[in-house]
């Protein structure tokens, strides 16, 4: 039975040893309770790091630990003490964490760090390759992770694999400042299906993508060699009826079976009719602005003295990778502004802050919820934040008030709550004044919306929505309908090469002869190409064509003196053999002198863009330009002169990264149709990369081979990667010949 494998840093069980004996308890964690049917139903196994170094780990405790995770149906991944310094405290936490939430100045960049975070993903592969069979699948989870998918794809490319980032991925202008952000985003593109919580780094990352690797896409898919991968979005949810049916169970007990903390909470509540508490809860981390909410608090204070004695903070800072300085720093400030604030406002009978440094019991943590009236959540960067979705779904009378910052990933999907910027004291303050005074039913028909949005996209829908997009990658109708040309239809093909008399072979040049250079005139033929179509050409049962939409001009310096057939400008010109060059159509250029101006203009306002200028077209290339910008200007350039091309009977040819204005009616069809006329062939073989190519095919009699070079839906009937493969397919031609010539010989 094909199984699932849930990939995370951590295992999701905490493990205790005493006296040598190995107890686990089941972690309650968002994520642990999101995968539960995934872990569970089909033999799923999670692979992860236990929480024990190898030096903790004796070999005898070892097998021990390793037969207790198995009864949970979990696989450790045993790391030592410098393996967690480098990997998990360096470049997980001093590295990508602060740069993916945006914190420049934390940091770091530190070679030995991501060394030890490559090999420390290898271990996590090498963990899981022992234990995945065909058909099954892998979701991975996290920043920890991100080198990850290749690796396995490397060594399993039928796997499916999926990834899921839970934290922000930040803009391509903080990203780029990542001196392995190519290995990175190469590492997450080894997986099938990309998710993310939100929209927004959905498109970051995309952005990156295109910029940093130029891979070309199709809305939210991007296409590489021979396989796409999908990006999409799934904001996280929570457990919902954990923690409403929690909550309502607790409000449900008598005083006597009250929690201490709740009496206390209880005992606030009544001290005054106007009395309110305010709930912050986080890890202790930098990204979630527990120093900026206090100055807030204080800002607060200050300037309406009438809630003094009648509001209340009680923020629960949770410690977190206390091993890291930044996270020391941040407890050393945010102890002093708790002093500060308290020391400066407290009076006998009344403390404005109520300051918990631990982690509580679920129980505690519902106590808290349910007493409070309104929640601060104020996380300068947060990927999603479940403590605000908690909150929410905790209220059971729709009392209370969520004001949540607006960095969060959270704050779309809860865009009914009071959303601020953290980062503004004086709205904070206002805001919390605002809440403070908000009629109730104001409040109830706000959370009524979100709690049934919560409810319905909860953390088992949002697992198998992300497991159902998996399920579905890989079938999109392109790579479907057009087969890969892999040893068995190569074979058939050579065949049917070897068994002809006559035969016509298309070639385009940039993209299928030639790879894509930023500046079109550096893509000269290479030796290795020359050679390559001089046997081809040799053999007189073969009629070779160049056909390109490459000028004249360019095409005579690299390919004059060969006696190949030459098609430019895609068919303005030809040349048969060593012939002269003719002009195939009777064409015009009096046109240029409105167009070329235009197109100026564009390239003056769009760098890195230029103008081709051919006997008969105009192209204008922006491969060396801001993808986006490219894009945009193309638009406007199409709108600018699509009167003009009316007017003289133009038409417009959109190839990669280029456009090219023409006069109509000419095409690579129309000119290759002209040299099937000639002759009886009885093997045509067309190859292409550009969807100008696509005329050939269309126009070619139907038994042509249509090839297509790269990832483009295409109407060719076989598809190739790269031009390396092109290289491949022609080696095999030549050598087909010469075995048929062997045995004519022999
Ligand atoms: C990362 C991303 C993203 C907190 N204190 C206690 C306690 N908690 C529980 C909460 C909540 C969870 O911890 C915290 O989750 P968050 O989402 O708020 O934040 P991160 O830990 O930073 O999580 C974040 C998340 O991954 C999921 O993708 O939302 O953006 O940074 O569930 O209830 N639980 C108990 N005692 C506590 O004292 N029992």
Redesign the pocket.
């Known amino acids: 039975m094909n199984k699932t494998i849930i990939v995370s840093n951590r295992l999701p069980v905490q493990l205790e040893i005493n006296k040598n004996e190995v107890k686990a308890t089941p972690s309650?964690?968002?994520?642990a309770t999101g995968m539960k049917s995934v872990h569970r139903d089909g033999n799923g196994i999670w692979v992860g790091w236990s929480g024990l170094t190898e030096e903790q780990l004796t070999s005898s405790l070892n097998e021990k630990v390793k037969k207790t995770l198995k009864e949970h149906q979990c696989v450790p991944v045993n790391l030592t003490e410098k393996d967690m310094e480098g990997f998990y405290y360096g470049f997980s936490n001093k590295t990508l964490w602060p740069q993916f939430h945006y914190f420049m100045e934390y940091t770091e960049f530190i070679k030995e760090d991501w060394e030890t975070y490559k090999k420390v993903n290898e271990k996590f592969a090498v963990e899981i390759l022992k234990h995945l069979n065909d058909g099954d699948q892998v979701w991975i989870h996290d920043y920890q992770l991100l080198l990850l998918p290749q690796i396995i794809k490397s060594q399993r490319p039928n796997t499916k694999i999926g990834f899921f980032l839970?934290?922000p991925f930040p803009s391509y202008e903080v990203y780029r400042t990542l001196p392995w952000r190519k290995e990175i985003l190469k590492g997450m593109l080894g997986a099938d299906l990309l998710g993310f919580?939100t929209y927004e780094y959905e498109r970051h990352f995309l952005s990156s993508v295109q910029r940093l690797l130029g891979h070309n896409m199709e809305f939210n898919k991007i296409l590489l060699d021979g396989r796409e991968v999908l990006v999409d979005s799934f904001p996280?949810g929570?457990d919902y009826d954990k923690f409403a049916n929690a909550a309502k169970a607790q409000n449900k007990l008598p005083k006597s079976e009250r929690s201490e903390l709740r009496l206390k909470l209880d005992e606030h509540i009544l001290s005054d009719p106007n009395a309110k508490l305010i709930l912050s809860?986080?890890?202790l981390?930098y990204t979630k602005g527990i120093p900026s909410r206090l100055q807030a608090f204080d800002y607060f204070l200050e300037k309406y003295p009438e809630y003094h004695e009648k509001v209340r903070l009680i923020m629960?800072a949770?410690p977190s990778r206390s091993n890291v300085p930044q996270y020391q720093l941040l407890k050393n400030e945010v102890d002093q502004l708790v002093g500060h604030i308290n020391g400066k406002y407290s009076k006998v009978s009344w403390t404005p802050i109520w300051y918990f440094y631990r982690?509580?019991?679920?129980e505690n943590?519902i106590d808290l919820y349910n007493a409070c009236d309104i929640a601060l959540i104020t996380p300068l960067r947060?990927?999603?934040?479940?403590?605000a979705k908690?909150y929410i779904a905790c209220r059971e009378d729709l009392s209370g008030t969520l004001i949540l910052s607006e960095m969060t990933?959270a704050s779309q999907e809860l865009s009914e709550t009071i959303l601020i910027n953290p980062n503004n004291y004086e709205e904070v303050a206002d805001t919390l004044k605002e809440v403070i005074e908000m009629p109730i039913e104001e409040q109830q028909t706000i959370n009524e919306t979100l709690q049934k949005r919560l409810k319905r996209y909860n953390v088992e829908r949002w697992a198998s929505d992300f497991l159902q997009a998996l399920g579905e990658t890989n079938q999109s109708e392109s790579l479907v309908t057009t087969k890969r040309l892999h040893k068995r239809s190569l074979e058939k093909v050579l065949d049917q090469y070897k068994r002809s008399r006559k035969r016509l072979l298309f070639f385009d040049y940039d993209g299928t002869l030639a790879p894509f250079t930023r500046i079109p005139k550096n893509a000269k033929p290479t030796p290795e190409v020359f050679d390559l179509l001089d046997q081809l050409n040799s053999d007189e049962k073969n009629e070779l064509v160049l056909i390109t939409g490459r000028d004249r001009e360019t095409f005579d310096e690299w390919f004059g003196h060969k006696n190949y057939n030459l098609v430019v400008e895609h068919g303005a010109w030809s040349r048969l053999k060593a012939g002269d060059w003719e002009v195939s159509e009777v064409l015009t250029n009096e046109w240029f002198e409105s167009i070329y101006p235009i197109l100026e203009s564009f390239t003056d306002r769009t760098p890195g863009s230029l103008i081709e200028e051919k006997d008969y077209s105009l192209a204008w290339h922006y491969r060396g330009s801001d993808p986006d910008l490219g894009k945009q200007r193309v638009r406007a350039l199409i709108s600018t002169i699509s009167q003009l091309i009316a007017n003289h009977n133009l038409e417009i040819l959109e190839g990669d990264k280029v456009v090219e204005i023409k006069v109509s009616g000419v095409n690579k069809g129309r000119s290759a149709s002209k040299f099937v006329l000639n002759e009886n062939y009885d093997f045509i073989f067309a190859i292409g990369d550009d969807w100008t190519d696509e005329f050939m095919y269309r126009d070619l009699p139907e038994d042509t081979v249509t090839v297509k070079v790269g990832p483009k839906k295409t109407i060719a009937k076989y598809r190739v990667d790269n031009t390396d493969h092109v290289f491949e397919i022609i080696k095999a031609l030549n050598k087909a010949g010469d075995q048929e010539i062997m045995r004519i010989v022999e």
Do not use: K, Q, T, Y
């Open positions: 309650v964690g968002g994520l839970h934290i919580h996280m929570i809860i986080d890890r981390d629960l949770v982690s509580m019991p679920f943590l947060d990927g999603m934040n479940l403590v908690e990933g």
